[in-house]
């Protein structure tokens, strides 16, 4: 079994530590698919990826999708960029 797949099993199983690794691993392999998959299940730590990314890129779009997907942090970086 792969790190990815060990670390899948465990996020199933409901261990959030393993789901915030994944989302590391989806950041570092450049993987926005898995991060948005993950940010689906509630991951925190793919929000923060994926925010920082949307920020970087002032992709308002994206912002809102996270933002709505219940990372409230998203929220404010996109009023902030609003604003």
Do not use: P, Q
Not at 44 to 73: F, M, N, P, V
Request: a negative charge; hydrophobic letters at 40%.
């Amino acid at each position: 079994m792969t790190d990815w797949d060990t670390l899948r099993t465990l996020a199933d199983e409901g261990n959030e530590k393993a789901l915030d690794r994944l989302a590391d691993l989806a950041d570092e392999r450049d993987d926005v698919e898995a991060l948005s998959e993950l940010l689906d299940e509630g991951c925190t730590r793919a929000g923060e990826h994926l925010t920082r990314r949307a920020a970087a890129a002032k992709d308002l779009i994206e912002l809102k999708r996270i933002s709505d997907a219940g990372y409230d942090e998203a929220g404010e970086v996109l009023n902030h960029l609003l604003a």
